[in-house]
């Protein structure tokens, strides 16, 4: 692909991404604050679907490339495109999820854990941030270290939900709780895949061809 290309969905990337901290902010907030959910919800909604149209943008243009250049494919460099925009989307979606949980009625903002939640919040939202430098700058050791980040998280994760499963936590709301625990996992899977895809093929079947190239620091 073009330099200009390259460079074109890089930057739409990066506005998902940008579109991605701010639904994150606005659910994590509605759950864990006292924010007046008829105040944001239009905005929330409305970020979502510009991150929709930013993934309809990057698959668009990767069908116009592979259209042009169909003889010169840098196959694997588009499937890890397709990757990230895909599960950049999906991290928005589960932000939806979270914010549905506040509409239930259901809040952790007087939580006897309120202050671990918003620590998972904060290390959460450094992730996307943490992702969307890992595409600016494209190295690779950074690209690990977010990949080791999200998966220490994710583990955390998975304590806490088998803790509420096991009943060895009393919490207020437990079905609400566990759900948000489920849905902020998979945003890290996601944001951890998206990692992924800048420095793996995305199918055994190409094992051989080679990966996307990171300029050397």
């Known amino acids: 692909m073009s330099k200009?290309?390259?460079?074109?969905?890089?930057a739409k990337l990066s506005?998902?991404?940008?579109?991605?901290?701010?639904?994150?902010?606005?659910?994590?907030?509605?759950?864990?604050?006292?924010?007046?959910?008829?105040?944001?919800?239009?905005?929330?909604?409305?970020?979502?679907?510009a991150i929709n149209e930013l993934h309809r943008e990057v698959r668009r243009e990767m069908i116009i490339h592979s259209a042009v250049n169909s003889r010169n494919l840098d196959?694997?460099?588009?499937?890890?495109?397709?990757?990230?925009?895909?599960?950049?989307?999906?991290?928005?979606?589960?932000?939806?999820?979270?914010?549905?949980?506040?509409?239930?009625?259901?809040?952790?903002?007087k939580g006897d854990d309120l202050d671990s939640?918003?620590?998972?919040?904060?290390?959460i939202g450094k992730l996307i941030v943490y992702l969307q430098s890992c595409i600016a700058l494209d190295d690779e050791s950074k690209?690990?270290?977010?990949?080791?980040l999200g998966s220490s998280i994710s583990t955390d994760i998975d304590t806490r939900i088998t803790a509420?499963?096991?009943?060895?936590?009393?919490?207020?709301?437990?079905?609400a709780?566990?759900?948000?625990?489920?849905y902020l996992k998979r945003i890290v899977s996601h944001i951890v895949n998206a990692a992924t895809a800048l420095i793996m093929p995305t199918d055994p079947l190409i094992l051989d061809m080679p990966m996307r190239k990171f300029s050397p620091t």
């Open 164 to 175: 509420l499963l096991e009943n060895r936590e009393k919490i207020q709301y437990p079905v």
């Open 15 to 49: 506005e998902m991404l940008t579109n991605s901290t701010r639904v994150f902010d606005i659910s994590m907030n509605a759950l864990l604050g006292d924010t007046n959910l008829d105040s944001v919800r239009d905005d929330l909604y409305d970020t979502d679907k």
């Open 4 to 10: 200009n290309s390259l460079d074109n969905i890089d």
């Open 177 to 182: 709780t566990t759900l948000f625990f489920r």
């Open 117 to 123: 939640y918003i620590e998972l919040r904060n290390d």
């Open 75 to 109: 196959i694997p460099l588009l499937l890890s495109y397709m990757t990230m925009s895909k599960d950049i989307e999906r991290i928005g979606d589960y932000c939806k999820n979270l914010f549905e949980i506040a509409e239930t009625g259901n809040t952790f903002a």
């Open 143 to 148: 690209v690990q270290d977010l990949i080791t």
